[in-house]
T-cell receptor
Framework: DTGVSQDPRHKITKRGQNVTFRCDPI?????LYWYRQTLGQGPEFLTY????????KSRLLSDRFSAERPKGSFSTLEIQRTEQGDSAMYLC????????????????FGSGTRLTVV | GENVEQHPSTLSVQEGDSAVIKCTYS??????FPWYKQELGKRPQLIID?????GEKKDQRIAVTLNKTAKHFSLHITETQPEDSAVYFC???????????????FGQGTILTVHP
């Protein structure tokens, strides 16, 4: 396991279609994050999992977005009824951490899924 | 929530010169400050990080300084090389135990160009 894997790397979809992305974190990492990055901007937080529990969701995550992490391993991010404004790079990251631990560890990012909604 | 401002948005230097990128943050409870380098079309990669109990950290040509009182931190790259050309992002977060669970808030990025 050499890093965080994301699939697919690129996705072109028509407006109104549903899309699903997958992220496989580093196996021993219990924290998993989804971010969205548009051109010329820093990554924006979408949601976070500690093991299988989704602990935080950004207000950016409308009800068309849903994320899961069954069994605390891989995660999926689904966007329903895609809009052109959803076009972006969707980045997944994982890290080690604990709810009670005081230390934060750096993220390892995946290569991202670039979504284009036409 | 946390807000991170990063300056400059673009930085152009000659090979061998130093480069400095500055960030400010708003949440006084933030205590972890990583820096990421992102080359075109590639994933962000952690290059250095600092915690609030440390004022400065160095790793070869890269150093980060932190001023908690002023709520700002900076990335310093010395003896720049063309391969340092990339987009650099600063970020800030709290440790777990609060509501943010290590969520990183990123700055807007700095495009660094090192001319040979």
């Amino acid at each position: 396991d050499t890093g965080v894997s994301q699939d697919p790397r690129h996705k072109i979809t028509k407006r109104g279609q549903n899309v699903t992305f997958r992220c496989d974190p580093i196996s021993e990492h219990n924290r998993l994050y989804w971010y969205r990055q548009t051109l010329g901007q820093g990554p924006e937080f979408l949601t976070y999992f500690q093991n299988e529990a989704q602990l935080e969701k950004s207000r950016l995550l409308s009800d068309r977005f849903s994320a899961e992490r069954p069994k605390g391993s891989f995660s999926t991010l689904e966007i329903q009824r895609t809009e052109q404004g959803d076009s972006a790079m969707y980045l997944c990251a994982s890290s080690l951490g604990s709810v009670i631990a005081s230390a934060n560890y750096g993220y390892t990012f995946g290569s991202g899924t670039r979504l284009t909604v036409v | 929530g946390e807000n991170v401002e990063q300056h400059p948005s673009t930085l152009s230097v000659q090979e061998g010169d130093s480069a400095v990128i500055k960030c400010t943050y708003s949440d006084s409870a933030s205590n972890y400050f990583p820096w990421y380098k992102q080359e075109l079309g590639k994933r962000p990669q952690l290059i250095i990080d600092i915690r609030s109990n440390v004022g400065e950290k160095k790793d070869q040509r890269i150093a980060v300084t932190l001023n908690k009182t002023a709520k700002h931190f900076s990335l310093h790259i010395t003896e720049t090389q063309p391969e340092d050309s990339a987009v650099y992002f600063c970020a800030a977060s709290r440790d777990a135990g609060g509501t943010s669970y290590g969520k990183l808030t990123f700055g807007q990025g700095t495009i660094l160009t090192v001319h040979p």
